[in-house]
């Protein structure tokens, strides 16, 4: 219930990643070349 109304009106995000980014939920994510590591969950925005 708090998470609801913290973000109010869900329609104001684009889609998912915005969302997850304004909540601190973003993935962990490392790679290079053809090798792809997804860790914890990080509060840092996504680009």
Same mark, same amino acid.
Request: hydrophobic share 30%; glycine share 10%; charged share 25%.
């Given at each position: 219930?708090?998470?609801?109304?913290?973000?109010?009106?869900?329609?104001?995000?684009?889609?998912?990643?915005?969302?997850? #980014?304004?909540?601190?939920?973003?993935?962990?994510?490392? #790679? #290079?070349?053809?090798?792809?590591?997804?860790?914890?969950?990080?509060?840092?925005?996504?680009?």
């Amino acid at each position: 219930m708090i998470l609801l109304t913290e973000i109010g009106d869900i329609r104001r995000f684009k889609g998912l990643d915005e969302l997850c #980014s304004y909540c601190g939920i973003v993935p962990n994510c490392h #790679s #290079s070349g053809e090798t792809e590591h997804t860790g914890n969950l990080t509060k840092e925005e996504m680009p």
